[in-house]
């Protein structure tokens, strides 16, 4: 998290981190985002479909960015409604997620 937001950064990026869901939900309801980039799987009782799913009530013109290590055909259904601009599958390199990111606020 810490490497991708430096780098996010270094690009120009206005970001915002957040480690668990709940606190992803409160930095987003603060910071207005235009792009959401969420793992699915975070550990927790909400899930990164849930943290989107919340975030686009209050910011519906957000695009989502989702970065898992399971099969994407998995992953898909969970975020159906939530209509991911991309998916990118775990290792991925920080250019991935930086072109990901452009494409999505293009």
């Known amino acids: 998290r810490l490497i991708l937001e430096i780098a996010l950064v270094d690009a120009g990026h206005e970001v915002r981190t957040a480690a668990r869901a709940i606190e992803a939900i409160e930095v987003?309801?603060?910071f207005a985002p235009d792009v959401i980039i969420s793992d699915w799987h975070l550990g927790e009782?909400?899930?990164g479909a849930d943290v989107c799913e919340v975030l686009l009530q209050r910011y519906?013109?957000?695009n989502v960015i989702v970065i898992t290590g399971l099969p994407e055909t998995e992953v898909r259904a969970f975020f159906s409604n939530l209509k991911p601009r991309s998916f990118i599958s775990k290792p991925c390199d920080i250019e991935e997620i930086e072109q990901a990111l452009e494409r999505a606020v293009a």
């Open 45 to 47: 009782s909400l899930d």
């Open 28 to 30: 987003g309801a603060e």
């Open 60 to 62: 519906p013109e957000a």
